[in-house]
């Protein structure tokens, strides 16, 4: 059984940066899977950060491209987001998914895995 386990979050200030991760247990060398970071602020939807294919193709939100960086340690297992000039409106709780496709579907669906969350605040 896949199980997702995320960390890293904290609290910054504005402009600052964080780095989460993500560790993935109950993978097989053989599976394959679209792996990607989402949100959910209070009172807001969940919304997809980022996600990166098993071929390491990479989407990123409007809202978090050239700040965000999505990566991967297949021997590790784990998933990354490296988010940098960070603002207020980046405060959420982060949660880690995963889906058993080859490719990500480029609107962010198809995700059955999910982690517990972490959250990151941003102060001004």
């Known amino acids: 059984q896949v199980q997702l386990v995320e960390s890293g979050g904290g609290s910054v200030q504005a402009g600052g940066s964080l780095k989460l991760s993500c560790t993935a247990y109950g993978f097989a060398a053989s599976d394959y899977f679209c792996m990607a970071w989402f949100r959910q602020a209070p009172g807001k939807e969940r919304e997809g950060v980022a996600q990166?294919?098993?071929?390491?193709?990479?989407t990123y939100a409007d809202s978090v491209k050239g700040r965000f960086t999505i990566s991967k340690d297949n021997a590790k297992n784990t998933l990354f987001l490296q988010m940098n000039i960070l603002k207020p409106e980046d405060t959420a709780m982060y949660y880690c998914?995963?889906?058993?496709?080859?490719?990500?579907?480029?609107?962010?669906?198809?995700?059955?895995?999910w982690g517990q969350g972490t959250q990151v605040t941003v102060s001004s």
């Open positions: 990166i294919s098993t071929v390491d193709t990479t």
């Open positions: 998914a995963a889906a058993r496709i080859w490719y990500c579907s480029s609107d962010f669906t198809n995700f059955n895995y």
